[in-house]
């Protein structure tokens, strides 16, 4: 992420081409990987074109508990030219975010503002023809505070109270366990609005996750907190995607992984593709 979004020592054509060799059918993007304007998005979606392959989710975070009303409205606006950067791409989904779990918001107040926020941003999102996928998220890579809709009532309080098909769930099962809970209790609870995942396996490297909780106003995440090989860690993906499959789920599943280099990134493709092949090849 770094090197793609801060230290720009790698180009997301660079990061096209190592997608390019993995086998995949399609490569998420993360908003920050991108320049907005029209030379860089017309190479960016010819060198997908010449690979055969698909955008199909622009992972975006969008603050959508900012206390100010001017840096509020930019976040929105930001969304909303994100929406349309995934139309331009063929996307059919666009991530949205709570925002920040800042000291002194109630859990009143914030949800009202996000579903506020939201709302709002469903005729843009049907204008385009793609659907805002809401993520159980942990915390953007570049914020200080956690994610505000990080506990599962909070989230699916804010989603069953905005009832639009242009808004799901992104599913994230390592997320869950992060906040302390039980992924598939959260994934029973939205699996009828879920319409794209993140595949993903962390793992705490030292320490506790109460310790994690210590470091939570750490900007990015804490330093013990690490990604690993899909299917080696905590998460029983026979359950999941059982349980997706059991909804009729037929969406994409983004690889989270790759943190520790391409050749585990790989293997978490290889296992991926053969669950897929079980429980979705109907």
Not at 95 to 100: I, N
Not at 135 to 160: C, G, L, V
Not at 175 to 197: C, F, H, I, Q, W
């Amino acid at each position: 992420m770094d090197e793609l979004c801060v230290d720009r020592t790698m180009s997301l054509a660079d990061w096209i081409e190592i997608g390019a060799t993995l086998g995949v059918e399609g490569l998420e993007f993360y908003s920050g990987f991108l320049e907005d304007n029209e030379v860089f998005l017309n190479k960016t979606r010819a060198l997908l074109e010449k690979h055969g392959l698909q955008m199909p989710m622009l992972c975006c975070s969008p603050d959508f508990t900012e206390p100010d009303p001017e840096l509020l409205d930019k976040e929105v606006q930001r969304e909303k030219r994100m929406i349309e950067v995934t139309a331009f791409f063929g996307g059919k989904y666009c991530r949205v975010l709570s925002g920040q779990r800042r000291p002194g918001l109630s859990t009143e107040a914030g949800i009202a503002q996000v579903i506020r926020v939201i709302k709002g941003l469903l005729p843009i999102a049907e204008k385009n023809g793609v659907i805002l996928s809401m993520e159980n998220h942990y915390k953007d890579s570049y914020w200080r505070y956690p994610e505000f809709a990080q506990k599962m009532a909070i989230f699916t309080a804010i989603i069953e109270q905005i009832d639009s098909p242009w808004l799901g769930v992104n599913y994230d099962p390592s997320n869950t366990l992060l906040a302390g809970e039980d992924p598939l209790e959260m994934l029973n609870r939205v699996k009828y609005r879920v319409v794209s995942m993140h595949a993903s396996d962390r793992y705490l490297s030292r320490g506790t996750l109460e310790d994690l909780r210590r470091e939570e106003e750490v900007i990015g995440y804490a330093g013990r907190l690490s990604h690993g090989v899909i299917g080696k860690g905590l998460n029983d993906y026979d359950k999941i995607f059982s349980t997706l499959n059991s909804v009729g789920f037929s969406s994409w599943i983004s690889i989270e992984d790759g943190m520790n280099g391409v050749a585990e990134l790989r293997e978490s493709v290889r296992f991926l593709k053969t669950k897929v092949d079980q429980f979705f090849s109907d």
